[in-house]
């Protein structure tokens, strides 16, 4: 069982949970106007106009409608990164808040309003009151759900316009105790590749297969196959996924059609675990199709790499998390996701870690307690002052006056 937090809060908790109802409003707010991948306007311009409020230097368009904030106190060298996103997703809220959201189709059903009003939160803090010397730089990052908005910021020059020496990010964790911290050294979420595979053969009546080339027949034997390759091409103690999300053919009961098509999506937490499932898939499909006398084409969307959280800033991040929650509040190497995240991209450049914070665990949360992409959740408003008072602590920390 999982303590409270103490009842003698960590100072910049403290500082926070008085910020707490004006940062609530921001994240309700935000809930309210959900906005896609690389649509955030009104969500980067809320930002923006707030860190200049504060002093920030703000630099916006990177990766679209992604932005920079930028603070230097001191004559310190250090330099740190820390990164919100700010996307919603195409999912029709179904939680009936008061702050449900406004667009219909569309809803933050992931947190990253929550992520955007803890960084503001901090930012507000540190830029007031903040005790450091060195280079600030906060991330509010557009595209994270599929479309890779933190390569988009990198193609933009991110890390040479504003180099960093470690950068972190944060995500809720529904299912698990509002407010507790969670970390892992290492791999900690599966890279994600699409691959659509079409197989052709020749279209028939269905009273006389014998005329035709079944493409349907080869791609039930590809499904099929396809699971063997988990089973008997990868180790035993490596996660991997292979998932046909879809398998397309035919529109009646009476044709043998010309063509199937199947979807897959494709994880691991290996780099040369990745490359294994997409060889094998390759060997096996092209088998399977000459077995069926069909052909086939692959095509794949790359998408996002195994995220890797580096061993010394992990740690840091763990110190910084028993300090301000108290160990028992704090998970120092959680169990690996098969999720995937963007984050990941900035993690092969640059040093850091990727963390996440409990977004509830059972009926006294509400809504925290409810999966993220599903119609009913919500994040937990509880979080905007334990995540901004991290991310005021890592600050202070890292960037020790």
Not at 30 to 41: C, G, K, M, R, T
Not at 110 to 137: E, I, K, Y
Not at 282 to 287: C, G, Q, R, S
Request: with cysteine; glycine share 12%; hydrophobic share 40%.
């Amino acid at each position: 069982m999982n303590a409270p937090l103490s009842t003698v809060l960590h100072p910049a908790l403290a500082a926070t949970r008085a910020q707490g109802d004006e940062f609530v409003a921001v994240r309700r707010d935000i809930h309210q106007h959900p906005e896609l991948a690389y649509e955030e306007f009104r969500t980067s311009d809320l930002v923006a106009e707030r860190l200049q409020g504060w002093g920030y230097e703000v630099t916006r368009g990177l990766g679209g409608t992604g932005l920079v904030a930028q603070l230097k106190r001191g004559n310190g060298n250090q330099r740190l990164g820390l990164r919100a996103d700010m996307d919603a997703l195409p999912i029709l809220e179904d939680t009936g808040l008061p702050w449900a959201s406004t667009s219909a189709g569309r809803m933050h059903a992931c947190g990253h309003d929550g992520h955007t009003a803890m960084l503001l939160a901090a930012a507000q803090h540190l830029a007031a009151v903040g005790r450091f010397s060195g280079t600030l730089n906060l991330i509010f990052q557009p595209a994270e759900e599929g479309h890779g908005g933190a390569k988009a910021m990198m193609d933009d020059g991110l890390f040479t316009r504003f180099p960093c020496d470690a950068v972190f990010a944060m995500h809720n964790m529904p299912g698990q105790p509002q407010g507790k911290l969670l970390l892992r050294e290492g791999a900690t979420m599966a890279s994600s590749d699409g691959l659509t595979i079409t197989l052709s053969g020749k279209g028939t009546h269905g009273a006389m297969p014998h005329f035709g080339v079944d493409p349907v027949v080869a791609g039930a034997s590809v499904v099929l196959g396809l699971q063997s390759i988990v089973a008997r091409n990868v180790d035993p103690k490596a996660m991997a996924v292979i998932s046909v999300g879809a398998f397309q053919a035919g529109e009646t009961h009476n044709v043998i059609p010309g063509k199937a098509v199947l979807k897959l999506s494709v994880r691991a937490l290996d780099r040369e675990v990745r490359a294994t499932l997409r060889r094998r898939i390759e060997e096996l499909v092209d088998a399977q199709a000459r077995a069926f006398g069909v052909s086939w084409q692959m095509e794949t969307v790359t998408g996002y790499p195994v995220l890797v959280n580096t061993p010394a800033e992990t740690e840091f991040a763990r110190q910084v998390a028993e300090e301000l929650v108290g160990a028992e509040r704090v998970e120092r190497q959680t169990e690996p996701l098969s999720g995937s995240e963007d984050f990941a991209f900035m993690l092969e450049d640059v040093p850091g870690s990727y963390l996440f914070i409990g977004n509830g665990d059972g009926p006294s949360d509400g809504h925290g307690a409810c999966m993220v992409h599903n119609p009913g959740y919500d994040f937990n408003d509880a979080n905007i002052p334990v995540g901004a008072a991290y991310w005021v602590l890592l600050t202070e920390r890292f960037l020790a006056a």
